[in-house]
């Protein structure tokens, strides 16, 4: 085999490993670090990382390059951020990372330099409808480790041409071949936070990013009534319970954030479930649109556990999601993707909840 393979190293113990695995399965390798972001406390591309990425690479003795992406990371990743706490919604920066660097800039850059696939170090797993000839995304073998969420907004060729080599290990055999192999991160730990906001501080890195103040206003409750004053709307997302600073009789939580009145309202925990969601943006995978209304089951945030709904396409880039049972705190700009047994069939982003 002498196909080629450009292999998204991170630094991390997952993308090395995945890049060993290519490279014993006979793939021709040039491992790559994508140049997203630079602060002084960032996890994000730091110079640890970037070393990390090339020791692996050079045990391996494949090539070792550094993309500069910060310019589109921006753009795509980091504005939207910032647009989505402006407009009163909760993002989810991960999912347009993958959406447009990984699999839009470094997979066009693969293609420049002439390899067939982009692999990462992603746990899930790509496979082809024999019925259809459609290319399908599928659950991790370990559903602790999945992250098919995360990739619904992968197109027909991106599928076509990505390989996830560690959709069937868990991640102890993962840190097993690391260390087997001596890798320099086999220890290493996950990153659990945005990699752009240092300590999750995520208002502080919007205000510091825009240099802008974002004005007080009113708390309100479900009928109206001001009961206090907020710090801001970046500050809070559907369902937060922590940093209201409001001396209620019983908990609140956050209900919903209104950019145009400045106005965050808050409720009690039995009033944040909502039985059906409309998404937009949507991206189906497992065929060219949703005939009819589906029965499918939903995943309403990451680490949300899926529950069955009727879902019907309403136009082109609408989904209308009714849930057998309400949800709590189903939260605008968050995703919402839809999966048949292991299989993902797609998903869209959240812009209204009933």
């Known amino acids: 085999m002498n196909e080629k393979a450009i292999i998204a190293m991170s630094g991390g113990v997952d993308s090395a490993v995945a890049a060993l695995i290519m490279k014993e399965r006979g793939y021709d390798c040039i491992g790559v670090t994508m140049k997203l972001f630079e602060g002084s406390d960032s996890k994000c591309c730091s110079l640890d990382d ?9 045990y391996l003795g494949i090539p070792h390059y550094v993309f500069n992406f910060k310019p589109r990371f921006k753009e795509a990743v980091i504005d939207r951020f910032v647009y989505a706490y402006e407009n009163g919604m909760t993002p989810n920066p991960c999912i347009d990372c993958n959406r447009f660097l990984k699999f839009d800039e470094l997979y066009r850059r693969a293609r420049e330099l002439g390899c067939g696939y982009v692999v990462t170090g992603h ?3 790509t496979d082809r409808d024999r019925e259809t000839g459609r290319y399908i995304l599928k659950k991790a073998a370990y559903a602790d480790k999945d992250q098919s969420y995360v990739l619904y907004s992968m197109t027909q060729e991106q599928l076509a041409h990505t390989l996830f080599p560690l959709g069937g290990m868990s991640k102890p055999d993962v840190r097993r071949l690391a260390e087997e192999n001596g890798f320099i991160n086999a220890r290493k730990r996950d990153s659990q936070d945005i990699c752009f906001v240092p300590d999750g501080r995520y208002a502080d890195f919007i205000e510091s990013y825009t240099g802008k103040m974002y004005p007080e206003g009113d708390f309100t409750d479900i009928e109206g009534n001001v ?3 907020h710090k801001g709307i970046i500050r809070y997302t559907v369902g937060q319970r922590k940093g209201l600073g409001l001396a209620m009789k019983e908990p609140v939580y956050v209900r ?8 965050v309202t808050v409720a009690r925990d039995s009033e944040l479930y909502s039985k059906r969601l409309e998404a937009k943006d949507i991206n189906i995978i497992t065929s060219e649109r949703i005939e009819g209304t589906k029965r499918l089951k939903a995943r309403i945030r990451y680490r949300h556990k899926e529950q069955w709904a009727s879902v019907t396409q309403t136009d082109g880039d609408t989904l209308l999601v009714e849930f057998d049972e309400p949800q709590r705190a189903i939260t605008k700009g968050q995703s919402v993707v839809l999966y048949d047994g292991d299989i993902v069939v797609g998903g869209g982003t959240i812009f209204s909840a009933q």
């Open 256 to 263: 919903s954030v209104d950019p145009e009145s400045n106005t």
């Open 227 to 229: 009961i206090g004053r």
């Open 50 to 58: 970037v070393e990390d990425a090339k020791s692996v690479a050079r």
């Open 123 to 125: 746990y899930a797993v």
